[in-house]
């Protein structure tokens, strides 16, 4: 079984679309993220909730509007699209950081390339 | 503030050498640390983490880190390349509160192993 999935796994559209990438996990965590990689492989956190609770928003345009309908799933809406937010975005999940554990594991998906022409 | 500095973008080695990547770190707290391996067109894979236990740690594939507080570094180490090692890795600080954890990863280093 798939523990972090992503749909879709590519995605081809053109600037002024809007776009949805899914993400569900089957852990049983409380904690989900959206990441975006850029063609240099660069790593930055977007999002994360925590029980459907936005907890992080990293200075992200608000055309990004993640959705949490449960805590199983963690989906990302992209509204008019641009050439710069062509990315490979990773969802990831982890448990909920409780007093006196330093940090847990993020269990990432396999990602979604987008690709905005 | 948090962050963690690759020193090499790139590194090459023959297979059965040994693998050294490197990596600073600067936290204003004690940190956790870990490195995560991304092969092409893949997910990423925790490698192993540090959560101030023990200071040389154990991960999986052979791979290890030592943590050391006097010179801030996480260097990644194994005895011997393999072939399927070749991949981006990232070595990544963390920052918790209650509730969530917040990455910062380093600019990644992409490790070739020549045959």
């Known amino acids: 079984d798939t523990a972090v999935s992503q749909t879709p796994k590519y995605l081809v559209t053109q600037m002024g679309n809007d776009k949805s990438i899914k993400c569900e996990q089957n852990?049983?965590?409380?904690?989900m993220y959206w990441y975006k990689q850029d063609s240099k492989k660069f790593l930055k956190i977007m999002f994360s909730?925590?029980?459907?609770?936005?907890?992080i928003n990293e200075t992200v345009p608000n055309r990004f509007s993640p959705k949490s309908p449960d805590k199983a799933h963690l989906n990302l809406h992209i509204n008019s699209l641009e050439l710069g937010d062509s990315a490979v975005y990773f969802c990831?999940?982890?448990?909920?950081?409780?007093?006196?554990?330093?940090?847990?594991?993020?269990?990432f998906g396999p990602g979604t390339r987008l690709t905005v022409t | 503030a948090q962050s963690v500095t690759q020193l090499d973008s790139h590194v090459s080695v023959s297979e059965g050498t040994p693998v050294l990547l490197r990596c600073n770190y600067s936290?204003?707290?004690?940190?956790?640390l870990f490195w995560y391996v991304q092969h092409p067109n893949k997910g990423l894979q925790l490698l192993l983490k540090?959560?101030?236990?023990?200071?040389l740690v154990k991960g999986i594939n052979g791979f290890e880190a030592e943590f050391k507080k006097s010179e801030t570094s996480f260097h990644l180490t194994k005895p011997s390349a393999h072939m399927s090692d070749a991949a981006e890795y990232f070595c990544?600080?963390?920052?918790?509160?209650?509730?969530?954890?917040?990455?910062?990863f380093g600019t990644g280093t992409r490790l070739t192993i020549i045959p």
């Open positions: 990831a999940s982890s448990p909920t950081i409780l007093a006196g554990v330093s940090s847990y594991e993020q269990y």
């Open positions: 852990l049983g965590h409380d904690t």
């Open positions: 909730y925590n029980n459907k609770e936005l907890i």
């Open positions: 936290s204003s707290y004690s940190p956790s």
């Open positions: 540090y959560t101030s236990a023990a200071t």
């Open positions: 990544v600080v963390s920052l918790s509160n209650f509730g969530n954890e917040k990455l910062t």
